[in-house]
């Protein structure tokens, strides 16, 4: 019974318009991106090296995929209360924890699903720059970015359960945004200082750091050095808010 909740779910999100509308504007976006048919430029500069163009294409993909995951996540749990088949659940033993971490894991799965397909722009860009050595980095480059669509899926999951659609959306959408700005947003507090660079710092401590997290997979990708800790910090954030869903209750069942 449980299993069928959340592959019920997983099926209705791929049916979903917006999963395949977003999922072929960001192949666009990144196949034009690696195609050369658009361009990177640092201080007026052309950027084509490799390890500098893929961590940049990384950050692309993990932006798309993040937002996808809200836009997924903000209707499933309240749109089963508000078509009351979650009554229908009530009478088969499923606690309300089982039942919103189910809808969740479907979420979870769908915006990684979407985060998949985008992957594959990556592995053309390998192939057209003769990197074909490096293809086995992208499984767990993916696995590493997907971290971040884990903990915004869970944010959205657990805050619409407590808040109404279009609040819990844009507190998902501000998180989300902080998290992939988070190294700029920390460059601001050092140049602030003062109370507001103290209060942007009590900010950025509640935030996950998604930017960072996506770091650690462009710079696997590359073969660059990954910070552990980094990944434990977003791995312990993903876990509190996996905690606040299980625990959360709607007050219509």
């Not at 903990?151 to 992939?180: D, K, N």
């Not at 947003?185 to 209060?199: A, E, P, R, T, Y």
């Not at 312990?236 to 209750?249: D, N």
Request: charged share 10%; net charge positive.
């Amino acid at each position: 019974m449980r299993t069928i909740i959340m592959f019920t779910a997983l099926k209705e999100k791929v049916r979903q318009r917006v999963f395949y509308i977003s999922a072929i504007i960001g192949i666009f976006i990144l196949m034009l991106f690696s195609t050369g048919g658009a361009t990177v430029s640092i201080g007026g500069v052309a950027v084509t090296d490799y390890r500098m163009l893929a961590p940049i294409l990384l950050t692309l993909i993990n932006a798309l995929s993040c937002a996808l995951a809200v836009i997924i996540g903000l209707g499933t749990i309240p749109n089963e209360y508000e078509r009351r088949t979650s009554h229908l659940i009530w009478i088969r033993g499923v606690s309300q924890a089982e039942y919103h971490s189910y809808l969740t894991a479907a979420n979870i799965l769908s915006a990684m699903l979407s985060e998949l397909i985008l992957y594959a722009a990556v592995l053309i860009y390998l192939l057209m720059k003769n990197y074909g050595t490096d293809l086995w980095r992208i499984l767990p480059a993916y696995l590493i970015s997907s971290l971040c669509v884990c903990i915004i899926s869970l944010l959205t999951g657990w805050l619409s359960v407590l808040l109404p659609r279009y609040a819990a959306g844009t507190v998902s959408a501000f998180v989300m945004i902080a998290g992939i700005l988070y190294s700029v947003l920390d460059l601001v507090k050092n140049i602030l200082g003062g109370f507001s660079g103290k209060m942007l710092g009590v900010l950025l401590y509640i935030i996950p750091d998604l930017n960072g997290i996506q770091a650690q997979a462009g710079n696997f990708l590359t073969g660059g050095d990954v910070d552990i800790h980094i990944l434990l910090k977003g791995l312990f954030f993903a876990y509190i808010f996996l905690v606040l869903l299980l625990l959360s209750r709607k007050k219509e069942a």
